[in-house]
């Protein structure tokens, strides 16, 4: 037999998995971006705390949107044509977030990106596990989250050399503009990059058999698995959604013996919602504003953040090494529980600080330190283990029929409820303070415990068609 006919092309798999993690990328660095811009849209735009809140919150919304309505949309026109749709809007947002000159204009910008990176968040994902084999099916999905803690360390990364060469994120930078609206600009180049790779890459063979273009499902398996493996791949497919030949919708998540929604989903919404509720991206978002609160100059707080972000990565890559070794299950309670215990480390420092005549938390040494370690351990236990977990399971534990659906209503909730974590922060620091509004996350994270421990279940291993609803 003929290496075509027997060799899987893993090369090809792994290049076409990176083309879509650039989705991962763009996720990452429109979502971290606007963590060094917040001083500049308070003085461009005259904004108080609420309104920043919700110019920060902004791109949520359309997170939502984009996440919601690209599983649907991906179950009529395709994968790989819904990251295409994504790749354009990135492109629009960048350049108009930048350009904008009111509120209400930097919000619409914004909302487009977030559209663009809801969609991104959930195909990504789904359209990397739908191509890969089961046995490193994690890895690849994880290399997702390492694309968009990239993504976010390169935001943070561009965002403090820019304000450092211009003397902060609110001086004049170049052409005239200041140094915060280059940092959106920055990201129209993998943007393009991105658009254009998307070209080069396969539709979804599982998207393929559910829309009944067989013989275009068999070139791409044939050329992803070789000619045996992909024919035996094609028959699985098929047989795994021969039972139901409709067309995916909705109400394929109610569960036709019962009446209800099905169990899955409900699992799926949980994993979205607590992976929000646990603050991790009050640190994304806010974390130039949180460590300038606690004394640090704003130089300084950019800096920290480079630093969340490297270790991050870290993180990252020892889920990469575990995940399809010891599955998701332990790591997402390891990580639950590590997130529980240091969280509390920040609550309690925080808790000990008085307040300056500047109106900004003064902590002891020994205070501020166990702040800024716990606080980056508690991103390395997300890095290692919900963050890339989550998005794996997403990708993986919906039956063929209803992932496309599944994706939308977990993709909603998980980002109504970063929604409501990024714009509830900064009132509750002004209302709580800091210490109370950490708390709030380390029992968020102490329930997530028990949650993984009673209703989730391990997906390693196992073949897509092989998941039950």
Not at 341 to 354: E, H, S, Y
Not at 388 to 393: G, S
Request: charged fraction near 15%; proline fraction near 2%; charge should be neutral.
């Amino acid at each position: 037999m003929t290496s075509r006919q027997t060799g899987e092309n893993t090369g090809l798999i792994i290049m076409i998995s990176c083309v879509a993690t650039i989705g991962g990328f763009l996720f990452g660095f429109d979502s971290g971006v606007i963590n060094g811009t917040v001083d500049g849209l308070q003085r461009a735009f005259n904004s108080d705390s609420v309104g920043t809140g919700f110019n920060v919150a902004s791109m949520l919304l359309g997170c939502a949107v984009g996440a919601f309505f690209a599983g649907r949309l991906a179950d009529v026109f395709g994968r790989r044509a819904a990251l295409i749709a994504a790749a354009v809007l990135f492109l629009v947002s960048a350049w108009g977030s930048g350009i904008a000159t009111g509120s209400l204009e930097f919000v619409i910008y914004r909302v487009i990106g977030g559209l663009a990176v809801g969609a991104a968040s959930v195909m990504s994902p789904a359209y990397i596990s739908e191509v890969s084999s089961a046995r490193y099916r994690g890895r690849l999905a994880t290399m997702q989250q390492i694309a968009i803690i990239g993504g976010l360390f390169a935001a943070f990364l561009s965002n403090y050399l820019l304000a450092r060469v211009a003397g902060g994120s609110t001086a004049e930078f170049w052409a005239g503009y200041e140094a915060w609206r280059w940092m959106f600009w920055i990201e129209i180049a993998p943007a393009a990059l991105f658009f254009v790779a998307l070209f080069a890459i396969p539709e979804s063979p599982r998207f393929l058999v559910a829309r009944g273009r067989m013989v275009k499902a068999e070139q791409v398996l044939v050329r992803l698995y070789g000619e045996i493996e992909g024919r035996r791949k094609l028959v699985e497919i098929r047989e795994s959604l021969a039972a139901d030949l409709h067309r995916p919708k909705f109400s394929d998540l109610i569960s036709k013996a019962t009446g209800r929604v099905r169990p899955i989903v409900w699992v799926g919404i949980g994993l979205a919602v607590f992976q929000q509720l646990v603050g991790i991206n009050v640190v994304f978002y806010y974390g130039a504003v949180l460590w300038q609160a606690v004394g640090f100059s704003e130089n300084d707080a950019l800096l920290i953040n480079v630093l969340s972000g490297a270790l991050s990565i870290g993180a990252c890559i020892v889920s990469l090494l575990l995940v399809d070794r010891i599955g998701r299950k332990p790591l997402l309670w390891i990580g639950s529980l590590g997130m529980a215990v240091t969280l509390t480390g920040v609550t309690i420092a925080f808790a000990t600080g008085t307040l300056g005549d500047d109106g900004r938390l003064l902590l002891s040494d020994s205070m501020g330190m166990l702040a800024l370690v716990a606080a980056n351990l508690y991103v390395i236990f997300f890095n290692m283990s919900w963050g890339p977990v989550m998005w794996v399971m997403l990708g993986e534990m919906f039956p063929n029929q209803i992932r496309g659906s599944g994706l939308a209503v977990a993709g909603l909730f998980q980002w109504g409820a970063n929604f409501l974590i990024t714009w509830t922060f900064p009132m509750l620091l002004a209302g709580i303070g800091l210490a109370g509004a950490y708390g709030l996350y380390a029992f968020a994270a102490a329930l997530s415990v028990a949650f993984v421990l009673r209703y989730v279940h391990e997906t390693r291993g196992r073949e897509l068609e092989d998941m039950e609803g």
